[in-house]
Every structure is written in structure tokens, then in C-alpha cells.
């Protein structure tokens, strides 16, 4: 059996792979950097079984991406720097394209890699199997036509995603008061004794990361989405009375629901917070500054409008996906969500990730919590049908090895959704299952001769 792995070779997730097939016994993997794909198309040949790994967490990398997707050259981003999201993602395609033209048999297919990274694509794709999700906005072109869209479909709280990204990348949980109610919820950071003015508790780390960074559960995190409580990592029940939009995919919403506002001082999750009619807040880790956005590793509230506006405005351009905020479950006073590795339609390795903010993202500084217990607090039946959506996920990409699910309990764990679906979420550092991490699982996949479901 010959492997290859396109990767960046500094980056562990290629090390931890190549280390899983040396346990198995099998000769070294062929490293194929990205740099060499984007700069000289250097790519895998026949006869060799091949692994895509994530091109993120490499500056040189990223720039290559945006020039080859938007064909022209193209600035480096400064560090943490949200920048030029739907040019990385073309040159992601026109890479993979170049892969799949090299003949070897790829573990994950270039089509489902593509999908898994676009979060509208695989919100659609999601909602017409079945696939329990949020509910979705259609076309947000800027701040304004997503205040709009909201007033429509009678939402106060919503996830805004960017519609290519990992690791809560761009990302705000924002809430507005609706007409229907004095107030919305917010979660439970300190107010800023100024206000409507930018909170954040600490000074800024950013976090720099590609276009398809790290959409791991054990560091980086999820693909974006309300897998921040609500890289990647992830997209997404469809609420009662909504329908599926023939030509999208996405659900409407054609009737207020009471679910978007909480009573005084509580939300549907159990947080507490308030805001007055006419207050606006977004939770998030974007940093505005000099006009320019900035992943940070921390987690801040804009209360001003126009400070959220300005950021909604800045990522609209490269495309937007908007989902219902969903109320996530929780325990000992923290939400919480799951990623969830599926590895050749098994759903295997689980990490609990905890958080006091909307965002359970690990790489935020939030905590994996523990297994066994979030399973005995669902019951039994619900954590087997929870479990069983990941794995009719991982149907909707019968050809590809594994995929990481991003799954979320509705508070009561009464039902649950799928935030997003990770083409590269399977970093899930000392996470084992019947004695194996994620890499060796798909080795052990490999050597049982798991092959590709056309």
C-alpha cells in the first residue's frame, strides 16, 4: 500500500498521520507540500492512495490560494488578518482540481472537500437529506438586507458565517431586540460601563489561519459556525412549520417564533444577559481595526451597531451564510456541543466542547467536557439518534474517508442539529477510540480495505 499526503509538512496534523501509518507498519508516507501544488502543480500520481490535508495555518500558502483564485496578484495577509475568503476558496478548486488530475485515488474527494468548505452548498445539501439543521436566511448581501431578512422571518438572534471559513473565523452571534419583545438575550460577559461601546475583557491574541484552517476540535476548533455555541470547525431539526426552499435548500421561517427571545434575563440556552429594544450585540472573535477584520483569540461583544455593521459589511463581499440561532444544551452551567469524527460511516471519536459564551470553539479558551456524562444527560435514545445523524451525514459523502460532524443538543435535549461538516476535522488530539486516534483508525480503515462508494 502506497500513501501520499498533501499537506503542509510543519504542520502536525501531516506528522501525527505519517506516525499512525508507522505504527501500522507500512513504508513512510509521500509528503506533497501545498506550496508545491499551487506554485509548480507537483501532485500525487497513480497507484497511490491519497490524503488531503488541511492548507491552512501557512501565510505563504494562503496567498498562493487567493492569486490562484482570483488570478491576479494579491497582498499577504497580515497575521490573524480576515482576508479575500471566496478567491482562497476558488484557488482550493482549481488546486483539488489539479490533484484529481495527478491519478492517484483520493481519501476524500475533491468535490466533497469543496462542499464541506462551503457552508451555504453544504446547508443545502444537508437540508435536502433529511439531515436535521438550523434554520437559514436566503442571500445576505450586506448589514442592511440582513436586518431586513431578519425583521422578515421574525428573528431576533442569528449565527452570521462567512460562507468560506474555519475556526470561528469571522463568525458573530448576533442579537437584536424585535418588535415582539423588550428585550433579547445575550450571554453573560461583563457589560462595559460604557455604553455601546467594543467590549473585550483582555488585550487580543490573533490567531492566524488559511482559508480552509484548522477545523479541529481538539486546538482550532470547528468551520465556523454556531459549532460556536452556535474552522470550519463546522454546515446544518429544521424548525416546526418551516419548508424547505425548493431551489436553495435553505428553510424558511414564514412565522415569528417565541424561541428567539427569551423571558427577562434568560435566553433559550440558559444564559442571561438582556438588552433593551432597539440594542444590538454580536459575540465574536473578529478584531475591527483600521478598517481592516482580525481573528482573535478572544473572544469579544460589539454593542454598537455601527461597529457591527462595518464587520458584516467587510465580510459580505466574499459571501455570507446566516442560520437561526440555535438554544444549545448545557451542563454545569456551560453549553456545549460535540464534534463528532465519522471514519468509514462509523461514527468513533466524540469531543465535548464547553463554553460560557456562544462560541465553544477550543482554540477561544474553552473546555472539552467529558463524554459520558453529556451522553447520560441525553438518554440513551437520544444520544443513539444523535449519533446516527452523524453517520447519515457522512452518507451524503459515501467517497470520502471520514468527515467531522459538528452536532449540537437543543436545550431540554429533546432534539438536536447538525451546526457544520468539516472536510479537515478529524485533529482530535488524544482522543481514542478502541485504542486509536483518528489517524491510526483510518489507517486500520485502510488496511480492512475500505475503499470509495461511487
Not at 506533497?32 to 501557512?58: K, N
Not at 446516527?388 to 459538528?406: I, M, N, Q, Y
Amino acid at each position: 500500500m502506497r500513501l501520499a499526503v498533501v499537506g503542509n509538512p510543519a504542520n502536525r496534523r501531516v506528522a501525527l498521520f505519517a506516525e499512525a501509518v508507522a505504527r501500522a507498519g507500512l513504508p513512510a508516507p509521500e509528503i506533497h507540500p501545498w506550496r508545491d501544488v499551487l506554485r509548480h502543480g507537483r501532485v500525487p500520481g497513480p497507484g497511490v492512495l491519497v490524503r488531503i490535508d488541511s492548507p491552512g495555518e501557512d501565510a505563504e500558502v494562503d496567498l498562493l490560494l487567493r492569486e490562484l483564485g482570483s488570478g491576479r496578484p494579491s497582498r499577504p495577509a497580515e497575521h490573524g488578518e480576515i482576508l479575500g475568503t471566496a478567491a482562497a476558496y476558488a484557488g482550493l478548486r482549481q488546486a483539488l482540481s489539479r490533484i484529481s488530475g495527478g491519478g492517484g485515488a483520493l481519501l476524500s474527494q475533491a468535490d466533497d472537500v469543496l462542499t464541506m468548505t462551503d457552508k451555504p452548498r453544504c446547508h443545502a445539501l444537508l437540508a435536502a437529506a433529511g439531515i436535521p439543521v438550523p434554520a437559514a436566511l436566503g442571500s445576505i448581501h450586506d448589514y442592511a438586507s440582513l436586518r431586513a431578512a431578519m425583521r422578515e422571518a421574525g428573528w431576533g438572534r442569528v449565527f452570521v458565517k462567512p460562507a468560506y471559513g474555519s475556526s470561528a473565523s469571522g463568525v458573530l452571534a448576533l442579537a437584536v431586540a424585535t418588535r415582539r419583545a423588550s428585550s433579547v438575550t445575550l450571554h453573560p460577559q461583563p457589560l462595559s460601563p460604557a455604553a455601546g461601546r467594543h467590549v473585550a475583557a483582555t488585550a487580543p491574541d490573533r490567531q492566524g489561519a488559511g482559508p480552509a484552517g484548522p477545523a479541529d476540535a481538539g486546538s482550532a476548533g470547528a468551520h465556523g459556525g454556531q459549532t460556536t455555541s452556535g474552522r470550519r470547525d463546522a454546515g446544518p431539526p429544521a424548525d416546526p412549520g418551516s419548508a424547505s426552499s425548493a431551489g436553495s435548500g435553505r428553510i424558511a421561517a414564514p412565522t415569528p417564533d417565541p424561541r428567539d427571545t427569551g423571558p427577562a434575563g434568560t435566553s433559550g440556552d440558559g444564559s442571561a444577559r438582556t438588552a433593551s429594544s432597539g440594542r444590538v450585540a454580536a459575540t465574536t472573535s473578529v478584531e475591527l481595526q483600521g478598517g481592516r477584520l482580525f481573528n482573535s483569540l478572544r473572544v469579544r461583544r460589539y454593542e454598537d451597531e455601527a461597529s457591527v455593521a462595518a464587520i458584516v459589511d467587510r465580510l459580505a463581499p466574499d459571501g455570507l451564510h446566516v442560520e437561526r440561532w440555535f438554544p444549545k444544551a448545557g451542563l454545569g452551567g456551560r453549553t456545549l456541543d460535540l464534534r463528532v469524527v465519522v471514519i468509514a460511516g462509523r461514527a468513533r471519536h466524540i469531543v465535548v466542547r464547553t463554553s460560557r459564551s456562544p462560541m465553544t470553539n477550543l482554540h477561544l479558551g474553552n473546555a472539552r467536557g467529558d463524554v459520558a456524562s453529556v451522553r447520560a444527560a441525553a438518554g440513551e435514545q437520544s444520544w443513539r439518534s444523535a449519533m446516527e445523524t452523524c453517520e447519515r451525514v457522512a452518507a451524503c459523502f459515501p467517497r470520502t474517508l471520514h468527515v467531522g460532524v459538528d452536532l449540537m443538543f437543543r436545550a431540554g435535549w429533546r432534539d438536536h442539529a447538525v451546526a457544520e461538516v468539516n472536510a479537515f476535522g478529524d485533529l482530535l488530539p488524544g482522543v481514542l477510540a478502541d485504542g486509536s486516534d483518528t489517524y491510526g483508525a483510518q489507517v486500520a480503515a485502510l488496511i480492512e480495505g475500505w475503499v470509495a462508494h461511487a
